[in-house]
């Protein structure tokens, strides 16, 4: 069964320190790896996309790496400020690509950041 | 602003009802997506159109029904409602080149709040 999962579930850090937020999954066949930042009651915002053959890519302070053969993802916040408050969801696709299909995306349940002064 | 746009905001109705939720996509994006984000659910992927085509299928119930006209609008019918469709219905859009990237960034808009009382 196509799975993602992510860790922790919550977080609280001080403002200006670093963290990192894991996800595993378990699709088949995969084909790319999305971080989202959500806040509350809004639309996700894309993050980072990466495919099977990019292992790390940046977004300004944020970082994704992406390991193929563990099936594993994290995603580093560096100097965090109280705006990346959000939960973080890390999404998996998968499944036949033709024609601008961007196959089954398969959801985790996200890791609520909050970042206290 | 994404550039995406969703009609209604809110929505409240009775269980048995159907409704149907509006989506704009950005201008020239040819993809749109459908989710469904409740609270202990997380979002799930329901459908995806490309160019007034289907072109993925997630988690969507029988009772629910999408499609995407000519200007590229779609719209996302619910019926037989019942409790549990309470939920944050969201849209996305992507893909202004023809044919579309599996890595193309989703665009989300700013969710319809359904309420089924």
């Known amino acids: 069964k196509n799975q993602v999962e992510q860790s922790p579930q919550s977080l609280i850090i001080l403002e200006g320190k670093n963290c990192t937020l894991q996800?595993?999954?378990?699709?088949?066949?995969?084909?790319?790896l999305r971080w989202y930042k959500q806040d509350t009651g809004r639309g996700p915002v894309s993050l980072t996309i990466?495919?099977?053959?990019?292992n790390t890519k940046s977004n300004g302070r944020y970082t994704a790496t992406l390991d193929a053969d563990t099936k594993q993802s994290s995603l580093h916040i560096t100097a965090s400020q109280l705006s990346d408050s959000a939960s973080y969801i890390c999404?998996?696709?998968?499944?036949?690509?033709?024609?601008?299909?961007?196959?089954?995306?398969?959801f985790g349940k996200g890791t609520k950041l909050s970042v206290k002064p | 602003d994404s550039g995406v746009t969703q009609t209604p905001k809110h929505l409240i109705t009775a269980t048995g009802q159907r409704v149907t939720l509006r989506c704009s996509p950005r201008?020239?994006?040819?993809?749109v997506y459908w989710y469904q984000q409740s609270l202990d659910q997380g979002l799930q992927f329901l459908i995806q159109?490309?160019?007034?085509?289907?072109?993925a299928k997630g988690n969507i119930l029988e009772r629910f029904s999408a499609q995407q006209f000519p200007d590229l609008h779609s719209e996302l019918n619910l019926s037989s409602l019942e409790l549990g469709d309470s939920a944050l219905y969201f849209c996305?859009?992507?893909?202004?080149?023809?044919?579309?990237?599996?890595?193309?960034?989703?665009?989300f808009g700013p969710g319809t709040r359904l309420t089924v009382l």
């Open positions: 999404v998996v696709s998968a499944g036949a690509h033709y024609g601008g299909s961007q196959g089954n995306l398969i």
């Open positions: 996800c595993n999954y378990t699709v088949s066949p995969f084909s790319n």
């Open positions: 159109y490309y160019n007034g085509e289907e072109r």
């Open positions: 201008s020239g994006d040819l993809s």
């Open positions: 996305a859009s992507s893909g202004r080149l023809a044919g579309g990237l599996s890595t193309d960034t989703q665009y």
């Open positions: 990466m495919t099977f053959s990019e």
